[in-house]
């Protein structure tokens, strides 16, 4: 019987090409709508949070890395990829933190600025809810096929996953940055800082679940999912605050895998040969 050659390793430095591409599909948009408003709002339409230019830029990090898997690694090699959304076994407390203690945070920020520990139902009702919340679950999730599909295992080849977490992060937090600047959507109401510190902190957060998965995709994009909630109250700046506090009990609470590559995943596609070290 023949043997299946084992996929071919995504070299590291790919992980600069996932970068430029995310970063060129997503600010390549927005700066339409930036650099010239009105004609792009008469031609395309006002970009919103539904807009179909707003799922482009949002998928960006998700295209740039199927392209990346293909270009390397072909259609057996994106099979073996997408088999990471069915790496479903994990530790109970991680489940635990996703299910209940990302809701906690959120309502507990809420309370400490006087709000409501759920957030008001739209107009519409419970079925706007709903299909809000369905909605939401093909936007941020749909990121993770790139940042914790492809650019946290290449940098876990070469540094401590609480580093990679930390770069991660800082790349995340800067590829929101123009959003910041769409009146159409939910970022222009924002404060950048606290966003900007929450996203390194919540790609800390998220390195010890995507580890002890086995380098599952499917509790990361479960966990991003849990973040963008329609249902959990608006915290800021309080949640941003609560988040920095438990992730720093986490890493330290997990400083052996944490501060160490020994057990971190590197593969991006599972079974990929070669030493990229």
């Not at 941020?140 to 940098?155: D, H, K, S, T, Y």
Request: glycine content about 10%.
């Amino acid at each position: 019987m023949a043997q299946i050659a084992a996929p071919k390793r995504i070299p590291s430095y790919a992980l600069f090409v996932f970068v430029a591409v995310t970063f060129a599909i997503t600010w390549g948009i927005v700066a339409i709508y930036i650099v010239a408003p009105d004609w792009s709002s008469a031609r395309f339409g006002e970009i919103t949070g539904s807009h179909p230019f707003f799922f482009l830029a949002t998928w960006a990090p998700a295209i740039s890395a199927f392209g990346l898997v293909l270009i390397y690694g072909g259609t057996a090699g994106l099979k073996g990829f997408l088999s990471r959304l069915f790496l479903w076994r994990i530790p109970s407390p991680w489940i635990l933190l996703i299910a209940v203690g990302l809701p906690a945070i959120y309502m507990l920020g809420s309370l400490a600025k006087g709000g409501p520990l759920l957030a008001p139902l739209p107009p519409e009702g419970v079925s706007a809810m709903i299909a809000l919340t369905f909605m939401m679950l093909f936007l941020g999730p749909i990121e993770e096929f790139g940042w914790r599909g492809v650019a946290q295992p290449i940098l876990q080849r070469h540094v401590a996953p609480l580093w990679a977490g930390m770069i991660i992060g800082t790349i995340w937090g800067i590829w929101h940055l123009p959003a910041f600047f769409l009146s159409g959507t939910v970022f222009a109401t924002w404060n950048f800082l606290p966003f900007f510190i929450g996203n390194i902190t919540l790609a800390v957060l998220v390195t010890p679940i995507f580890n002890a998965s086995r380098g599952s995709l499917l509790w990361p994009m479960l966990f991003h999912w849990q973040l963008i909630f329609p249902i959990w109250p608006d915290a800021q700046p309080y949640d941003t605050w609560l988040y920095l506090a438990v992730t720093v009990v986490v890493v330290w609470w997990n400083r052996e895998t944490m501060l160490h590559r020994t057990g971190a995943v590197t593969e991006v596609i599972p079974g990929e040969q070669g030493a990229d070290q």
